[in-house]
């Protein structure tokens, strides 16, 4: 290994050491909680090792918010691919939200929290992965309808369920109910 692969590798594992701690105190605390004096007390680098690495606090979020989309694309795809064809959409719905549920800091970095991640033609290909793998799963099922219109309802009404549902704005206790209602009102019998 030369001297230049160890560099670089030493710098991906300290960008990973402080993304993985910014999310591990948001998990615990909030995003408020997660300030370049925290990080450096918990991860035990200086304040300008952490500035060398991201030029701001906003940055190290859309780099948690990346690896979220990540994640995101790799749990949809298990859910479609282990799912029968005609049941696709709801194991990929369902996945979203206990996605969104499981990691809720994570899901704001993503969501919530403003960012400077493009969304729409020009996402990063994370997201992009991530929209694929949802677009996948609803596009046999549409009949005759624009399946990227179709995709992006299904992800902002999942979007939406998750948020009231999580700020307890609505019914606890029935999400699967309300998961089910979307699911069937927009996918079509394949028959």
Do not use: C
Not at 54 to 80: N, P, Q
Not at 91 to 101: G, L
Not at 128 to 150: N, Y
Not at 161 to 168: C, E, M, P
Request: glycine fraction near 6%.
């Amino acid at each position: 290994m030369t001297i230049e692969e160890r560099r670089a590798r030493d710098r991906t594992a300290r960008r990973r050491l402080i993304t993985s701690t910014a999310r591990s105190i948001a998990e615990k605390e909030g995003w408020d909680a997660v300030t370049t004096r925290r990080l450096s007390t918990e991860i035990e680098y200086s304040q300008p090792v952490i500035y060398k690495h991201f030029a701001s606090l906003d940055e190290i979020t859309d780099a948690v918010a990346l690896e979220g989309f990540e994640e995101l694309a790799i749990a949809l795809r298990k859910a479609r691919l282990a799912a029968a064809a005609d049941g696709a959409v709801g194991a990929v719905a369902r996945t979203y939200a206990a996605f969104a549920t499981d990691a809720p800091a994570l899901y704001d970095a993503m969501f919530v929290i403003s960012t400077r991640l493009p969304f729409g033609a020009h996402s990063p290909t994370a997201l992009s992965v991530a929209f694929a793998e949802m677009r996948a799963a609803i596009a046999p099922r549409v009949g005759g309808e624009d399946v990227d219109v179709l995709t992006e309802v299904l992800w902002a009404a999942l979007h939406g369920l998750v948020v009231l549902d999580r700020a307890g704005r609505i019914e606890q206790g029935r999400l699967d109910d309300r998961i089910d209602v979307i699911v069937n009102r927009l996918v079509v019998d394949a028959s």
